[in-house]
């Protein structure tokens, strides 16, 4: 099955800081996908990466895939208050979706 | 974008009682729902595949008897936990795929969080 590992577990940044997320699957990635999560609330599709090198970008956050496509990380430019929440990436295999176990961010004013 | 809703938001029941739990795409069918589990945190396990007409797929070590899941249109599926008791307490989500070409898409709920005296 597919398994993802993310990295940190959690993270605690001030104002305006820079912070990357990461995730690294045990196997090649064929759609990787990340999600943004509040406490006790449902995920908030992010964004989709399909294709090797492959770089997108919502508003201060920019996700990569690494050309070997298995290792994808989410960058947060100028972290806000509004960015705090959990990270999830995930990705299908065999027509199901696995999750990392999420990365908690915390943004300090 | 395509929405998913989930009902109730909040439940609270006695041991030994079931609860259902419904949910519903707004704006798109969907062939394909999913429902997951998620303990406080930890990330979300997939409980089962919901196929519209035709029986769920649960996932290992997930009781069918217990977690009792219908599609029974293309824009709806229900949860039911039966006989719940206290260790079912948990945050349940349900997620909805579109799939365009080669692209898959999930929508999530906003969950529901039961709670079992």
């Known amino acids: 099955s597919q398994e993802l590992e993310q990295s940190p577990q959690s993270l605690i940044v001030q104002e305006g800081k820079n912070l990357t997320i990461n995730c690294t699957s045990s196997?090649?990635?064929?759609?990787l996908y990340w999600y943004k999560q509040k406490y006790g609330e449902g995920l908030i599709f992010l964004m989709m990466?399909?294709?090797?090198?492959e770089e997108k970008s919502h508003e201060k956050i920019t996700a990569k895939l690494d050309e070997k496509k298995q290792q994808s990380s989410l960058h947060i430019t100028a972290s806000q208050p509004s960015h705090a929440g959990i990270y999830l990436c995930?990705?299908?295999?065999?027509?199901?979706?696995?999750f990392g176990d999420g990365t908690t961010l915390t943004v300090k004013p | 974008g395509a929405v998913v809703s989930q009902h109730p938001s909040r439940v609270i029941c006695k041991s030994g009682t079931s609860v259902k739990i419904e949910c519903r795409s707004l704006d798109f069918q969907a062939t394909t729902m999913f429902w997951y589990r998620q303990f406080p945190k930890k990330s979300l396990m997939l409980m089962a595949t919901?196929?519209?007409?035709?029986?769920?797929?649960?996932e290992q070590g997930v009781e069918k008897d217990k977690f009792l899941i219908n599609h029974a249109s293309l824009t709806l599926s229900t949860l039911t936990v039966t006989s719940a008791h206290p260790e079912d307490s948990s945050f349940y989500i349900c997620?909805?795929?579109?799939?365009?070409?080669?692209?898959?898409?999930?929508?999530f709920g906003p969950g529901t969080r039961l709670t079992v005296l």
């Open positions: 995930g990705a299908d295999h065999a027509g199901k979706s696995t």
């Open positions: 196997k090649t990635l064929y759609g």
């Open positions: 919901s196929n519209e007409g035709s029986k769920a797929t649960y």
């Open positions: 997620s909805a795929r579109v799939t365009s070409g080669s692209l898959n898409t999930q929508y």
């Open positions: 990466l399909q294709k090797g090198g």
